[in-house]
């Protein structure tokens, strides 16, 4: 009996080491992170949005900065602009889950109670993020959404978001992001 508990004692510690060097690797920033904190600063945002697509789009102007949080974890970006003629904000929190190895978003605005979460990968040929996700309309239907940040350069980027309600992809938002 005594060799039984001994064994498993021993398993249950090895099980426990393996345990703590997987939780050290996924908490751990690595090169995704620093990519992501490349965004840390405060950008100027020229806003195109298409409603309808038979339509003009329209243009404003917003601005964002962005913060690293947690030892370079995440980053949280807080906007500030105007959507149809009335004050928006919102705030973005985003990073790189090492253990699921995918980019993820999180977005919260003042024009609703909801998230978006979205998830996606990085090419490096393109410089750009995809993700992909889903979010409720304010009628509750389900949306697919899918965004694609395009890197230009340490002061240019820009923010393309494309909606589909079920009648097929329409792109719905562009941001042309500049460092101040």
């Known amino acids: 009996m005594f060799i039984i508990v001994l064994f498993s004692f ?4 090895q099980d426990q080491d393996a345990m703590m060097k997987e939780w050290q690797k996924a908490m751990t920033p690595g090169p995704e992170h620093e990519m992501l904190s490349k965004m840390v600063g405060d950008w100027d945002g020229d806003i195109t949005m298409w ?9 404003s102007k917003g601005t964002v900065k962005y913060e690293s ?5 995440y980053i949280v970006g807080k906007f500030s602009g105007n959507m149809m003629g009335m004050p928006f904000n919102g705030m973005e929190v985003s990073g790189y889950d090492n253990v699921k190895k995918v980019f ?6 003042n ?3 909801g998230v978006m979460y979205v998830e996606g990968t990085y090419d490096k040929t393109s410089n750009t993020c995809n993700y992909i996700g889903e979010t409720m309309d304010p009628m509750g239907n389900k949306m697919k959404v899918r965004e694609v940040i395009t890197i230009s350069d340490k002061d240019h980027s820009k923010f393309e978001m494309f909606m589909d309600m079920g009648a097929g992809e329409m792109k719905s938002m562009e941001i042309k992001y500049t460092r101040k």
Do not use: L, V
Not at 51 to 59: A, F, G, L, N, W
Not at 104 to 109: A, C, E, G, I, T
């Open 10 to 13: 021993t398993a249950f510690a």
């Open 51 to 59: 409603m309808d697509p038979s339509k003009p789009p329209e243009t």
């Open 69 to 73: 949080i947690f030892d370079g974890r």
């Open 104 to 109: 993820f978003s999180n977005w919260y605005d």
């Open 111 to 113: 024009m609703g109670t």
